[in-house]
């Protein structure tokens, strides 16, 4: 269960959260909303990267917002970034294995995972490719395949589809599809892509202008007038 409280961000004039609460119990949950209406910004202040003007979220019973964002990804927080993170100079493995520095495991039980988690997303294939000569395709791949390797509780999903051709984000739809059923994480997952979303999606909630215009049921999410209104006519 996430439960997320009266959650306020600023940057400076710009409310990019304005009291946004919401208790979300499904596995796997969307979140849409124009370009601009606090998506990332959410995402940043599970992960801690961005200062609460005010609000706290809790994740099981574990109240994120008294973590240090090191702390949050011990506890088993993961995320993904719409703009991927990939170093140049590390093999895709190295990239997985990084993740893992904190969590105390032995090499064996490193390598085990890190194998298993590109086996899941399908790039086991270019395990020791390195970061600069990865098409865009394998970029989004690795960055999934990072929130997979710690022993996750909560993963955030940011726009994974960017940037994908159609069989791509075919692929990247059973891959989503797969991850709670395999590890077990809730996952939200946010992204521009409605098919996406109505597909794997049990619940949605949608963010306009900081502002929390609807949540529930996804399909009766997507029918609603006024989201039509905010987001899908636009
Ligand atoms: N670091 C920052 N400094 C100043 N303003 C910011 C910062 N990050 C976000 N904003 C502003 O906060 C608002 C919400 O931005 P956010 O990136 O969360 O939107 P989003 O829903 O993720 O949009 P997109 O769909 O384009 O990714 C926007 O007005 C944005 O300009
Ligand atoms: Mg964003």
Known sequence: MIEIADVTVKFGGVVALDNVTLEIADDVVGLIGPNG?????LVNAFSGFVRQAGGRISVHGTSLSDLAPHE???????????KVQIV????????????????GLSRAQCKEAVHHALDFVGIQNISSKMGRSLNPYQRRMTEIAK??????????????????????????????????????AQILLVDHDVDLIRDVCASTAVLDFGKLIA????????????????????
Not at 72 to 82: D, K
Not at 88 to 103: R, W
Not at 147 to 166: N, T
Request: aromatic letters at 6%; charged letters at 25%; a positive charge.
């Open 88 to 103: 140049p100079d590390l093999s895709v493995a190295d990239h997985l294995l990084a993740m893992l520095d904190s969590k």
């Open 72 to 82: 949050r990804a011990r506890w088993g927080l993961a995320r993904s970034f719409q």
């Open 147 to 184: 929130c997979l390797v710690g022993a996750p509780r909560l993963i955030l999903l940011d726009e994974p589809g960017g940037g994908l051709s159609q069989a791509e984000m075919q692929h990247l739809r059973r891959v989503i599809r797969g991850i709670h059923p395999e590890y077990g």
């Open 215 to 234: 949540f529930g049921n996804t399909n009766a999410v997507l029918e609603d007038e006024v989201v039509k209104t905010a987001y899908l006519g636009r």
């Open 37 to 41: 209406a606090g998506k990332t910004t």
